[in-house]
Structures are given as C-alpha cells and as structure tokens.
C-alpha cells in the first residue's frame, strides 16, 4: 500500500533512507571504489528515490526499492 498522507512523506522518507542508506553505499562502493564518486551516486539515488517515493509500497522493504536503482 503506498504511503498516502503527503504531509508526512517527507519525515518518513528521511527516515527509511537514513536507515537503509549505509547498505545501499555499501553496494554502490562495490561498483565504484572511489569514495566521492560513490557519494555522488548515492545523492543521485537518493533524489531518485524521493521522486518515486509516491509509488514506495510500504509492506516491503525500502532497501529493495533503492537497491534497484544503485549499481549491480
């Protein structure tokens, strides 16, 4: 079910990603060994995520949605 009151998306998005970034970097720095490049993966992905969080489902894990959008 995605999440549904607006005035409240932003304070639940920050928190799922602060929760599940280091995870997500911690994929991404397997791909890109240099670190600021890897930061600036992780900033791209995270604005990503923010512009499809209208659409997060949250019965799963908010891990899964970033990790399709950082690097294999």
């Not at 209208?54 to 970033?66: I, W």
């Amino acid at each position: 079910m995605p999440v549904a009151d607006s005035e409240d998306n932003h304070e639940h998005f920050t928190r799922l990603l602060l929760e599940s970034e280091p995870a997500m970097l911690r994929s991404i720095q397997v791909a890109v060994p240099h670190r600021a490049d890897a930061r600036a993966i992780m900033q791209e992905t995270a604005v990503a995520l923010w512009r499809q969080f209208d659409t997060y489902d949250s019965s799963r894990p908010f891990y899964q949605l970033g990790h399709g959008l950082c690097p294999n």
